[in-house]
């Protein structure tokens, strides 16, 4: 049973930073992407940012230069650096994972406000 943990989530003033992680678990395939989501109130669920097997990533315009994911390949965890936080990043971030086998999970989700 595929088990994704997040945590690092909170309520930061604007321009501060978070980290959030998340914990791959129960799957014997090989995760081909990790990433990140989010949800702010009455808007779609959005790509933060994914990184892929061979470390390449992608991010959205909006956090570009103040958002970093990172993973490792050996604990199966992805990060997600966020700096320089605004008012608008304010949403549910949601880990995602893909595996090899092409079945995606997601997290439980984890509460960003930025407010001052």
């Known amino acids: 049973q595929v088990q994704l943990v997040e945590s690092g989530g909170g309520l930061v003033q604007p321009g501060g930073s978070l980290r959030l992680s998340c914990a791959a678990s129960?799957?014997?395939?090989?995760?081909?992407?990790m990433g990140w989501y989010r949800q702010a109130p009455g808007k779609e669920r959005e790509l933060v940012a994914h990184c892929r097997a061979d470390g390449s990533t992608t991010y959205v315009d909006s956090v570009k230069g103040r958002f970093t994911i990172s993973r490792d390949n050996a604990k199966n965890t992805v990060d997600l650096q966020m700096n320089s936080l605004k008012p608008e990043d304010t949403a549910v971030y949601y880990c995602?994972?893909?595996?090899?086998?092409?079945?995606?999970?997601w997290g439980q989700g984890t509460q960003v406000t930025v407010s001052s």
């Open positions: 129960g799957s014997l395939f090989r995760i081909n992407v």
């Open positions: 995602n994972v893909i595996y090899a086998n092409m079945r995606g999970y």
